[in-house]
């Protein structure tokens, strides 16, 4: 049984706020009280994972009950747990799932992992009702511990006196901030959500930021007495981790400002699987380095599209490489560099080729949402009928698709949109390039797989 100081923010619906107050408080947790806060994030999300990494100034981690079954949350949670407070951000809204049960929701992550909810609460428009909607998030189940509420875009202090009076009377829950309305384009946004930490043009003053809001919002103390008093949790063993092969294989990882998105575990497994990850810039590196294996992650190349094109000589190598049979694993914006073009803003920007496949970007997102998928044919890294939990998010689709020998399909959409007509995953040679994004947590035949491809590459030399 552990003690493990923790917090789980979440809101009545998407947009509330739970993200500026994680923020905030990983940001107070770490420079005013000198705490090491390991971050966490529930749902399929990579751009809140990334602020928050930035934050607090190491990994975030993803504890999804839908992408990662349950049997490997508290291990996984447990296992990185190294500092003094764990902060993690629900998704959505607190009981909002995949069906009528919230099934997968940030409440059944919380009461999984025994920790006290923090509500935020957008009380635009809103008084004594407020109190209303917390003692329904209360009453709808009592298993999930709400500790305490923070209010979001408060007009003025009259407005939140009259709020926190209501709250504290009506549900006996304490308040423990509130926020004023914030100017507009002091959080930018993009389609997905926030900016991506990587294209802000200062990270750091974005960080001092949310420090000085919770300096003047939020009960900073309070908050960290609240995640202190969480119950002890039962561990149990993982059994699932395994020590690496004697064999090392060096996968190339493609980061740069069109390709981040990647979970940190995903890369841990390929670790442990034996891997040496190498760094990888498709923007400014003009060839390949000495790999065994490739993975390219999501990202938007479709903002990078000029100069992704531009750059000719690293495009030829992935083609080259991917010809003589380099392993290549490509999820979403990965998938959409290996084709052959790229349409957007009335333009049309040449990728590596590899994929007899092209692609145009749309105004509205062509899928959304959690997916599973069957491996229906032989590829080079899944067995036949494994079934994987995955999610999607993408504006681009499939305008032209040609023949091309040995290219094929591996993946049955049975939940999801996919690429077209029902299937996903790409394949060619050793390359597989999918809009599903997969969980290494929930997936393990894919870290197993990749490395097995790159040592059996390795070793035809």
């Known amino acids: ?9 979440a809101g009545v619906r998407g947009g509330s706020g739970k993200t500026t107050l994680t923020l905030s408080l990983i940001a107070a947790f770490r420079r005013k009280k000198g705490l090491k806060v390991v971050p966490f994030k529930k749902g399929p999300d990579y751009i809140d994972a990334g602020w928050m990494s930035v934050a607090a100034g190491s990994p975030c981690y993803n504890l999804d009950t839908f992408l990662v079954p349950r049997e490997r949350i508290i291990p996984s949670f447990a296992g990185h747990f190294s500092g003094d407070i764990a902060v993690i951000e629900g998704n959505r809204g607190l ?9 997968y929701s940030t409440a059944e992550l919380a009461k999984l992992l025994k920790s006290s ?7 635009t428009k809103m008084t004594r009702t407020t109190a209303a909607v917390v003692l329904g998030c209360m009453d709808l189940d009592r298993d999930v511990k709400i500790g305490g509420v923070v209010l979001n875009q408060v007009s003025g202090s009259r407005h939140e006196s009259v709020v926190r009076a209501a709250v504290e ?40 930021l949310f420090e000085e809001m919770a300096g003047k919002y939020l009960d900073v103390e309070k908050l960290f007495e609240l995640a202190s008093s969480a119950p002890p949790i039962e561990i149990p063993k993982d059994t699932h981790l395994q020590a690496k ?48 294996g490739l993975y390219i992650g999501g990202g938007f190349p479709e903002t ?66 959690y997916t599973v998928v069957e491996v229906d044919a ?24 040609q023949e091309k020998e040995g290219f094929s399909t591996a993946f049955k959409m049975r939940r999801g949109h996919g690429i077209m007509e029902g299937k996903d995953g790409l394949c060619y040679k050793n390359v597989f390039a999918t809009y599903t994004h ?15 491809k790159a040592r059996e590459f390795k070793e035809k030399g």
């Open 304 to 369: 990078n599209a000029i100069k992704l094109a531009a750059n000719e000589s690293f495009r030829g190598a992935i083609r080259d490489a991917a010809e003589k049979g380099l392993p290549i694993y490509a999820e979403c914006g990965g998938l959409m560099f290996l084709g052959e073009s790229i349409e957007v803003g009335g333009g049309a920007y040449p990728m590596t080729g590899v994929l007899p496949v092209k692609f145009a970007m749309n105004k509205r997102p062509q899928a959304h949402g």
């Open 438 to 452: 997969i969980h290494a947590h929930g997936a393990p035949q894919w870290a197993e797989g990749l490395a097995a």
């Open 95 to 103: 009981y909002d799932g995949v069906d009528a049960d919230g099934s």
């Open 169 to 208: 009377k009506y549900c006996s829950l304490p308040v423990l901030g509130a926020f004023p309305r914030l100017k507009s384009g002091e959080l930018p946004e993009r389609h997905m959500g926030l900016t991506p930490c990587h294209e802000h043009p200062d990270t750091g003053k974005a960080i001092v």
């Open 1 to 9: 049984m552990n003690n493990l100081p923790r917090l789980t923010i």
């Open 245 to 292: 092969p004697s064999s090392a294989v060096r996968i190339g990882i493609i980061k740069d400002s069109a390709f981040q998105f990647y979970y940190q575990e995903n890369l841990e497994a390929l670790e442990a699987c034996g891997a040496e990850l190498i760094p990888i810039n498709a923007i400014s590196d003009t060839g390949l380095p000495d790999i065994d």
């Open 117 to 123: 909810v923090v509500l935020i609460l957008d009380c």
């Open 378 to 401: 032989v590829n080079p890294f899944y067995p036949l009928g494994t079934v994987l939990n995955g999610h999607e998010f993408h504006y681009s689709s499939v305008v032209a698709l």
